[in-house]
Nanobody
Framework: QVQLVESGGGLVQAGGSLRLSCEAS????????MRWYRQAPGKQRVVVAA???????NYADSVKGRFTISRDNAKNTVYLQMDSLKPEDTAVYYC?????????????????WGQGTQVTVSS
């Protein structure tokens, strides 16, 4: 099994910054794409940013130019630097990772989710 533990959420004023972290631990052979999602009250969970194991990144239009996703493969950790925050960024943020497990000569891949961290941006 794999655990994803997020940290770094909190309350910030509009225009401020926060940095989220998500560390994966457990039975890990390799970690493929890692993503940050967010879910605002009454809305569906949507992807915010993604990063491949090679470092290629993708962002939702709503956060382009303000958020930066990065990862430290040696630490099995993904980060989300959030700048110029807006009230509409208020949501619970979740990290997601596709993890490959190895058992002898057998490999399998599963998706895992963190528990979520609250980000609140006041106007």
């Amino acid at each position: 099994q794999v655990q994803l533990v997020e940290s770094g959420g909190g309350l910030v004023q509009a225009g401020g910054s926060l940095r989220l972290s998500c560390e994966a631990s457990g039975s890990i052979f390799s970690i493929n794409t890692m993503r940050w999602y967010r879910q605002a009250p009454g809305k569906q969970r949507v992807v915010v940013a993604a990063i491949t194991s090679g470092g290629s990144t993708n962002y939702a239009d709503s956060v382009k130019g303000r958020f930066t996703i990065s990862r430290d493969n040696a630490k099995n950790t993904v980060y989300l630097q959030m700048d110029s925050l807006k009230p509409e960024d208020t949501a619970v943020y979740y990290c997601n990772a596709y993890v490959t497990h190895r058992s002898g000569r057998d490999y399998s891949t599963d998706a895992y989710w963190g528990q979520g961290t609250q980000v609140t941006v006041s106007s």
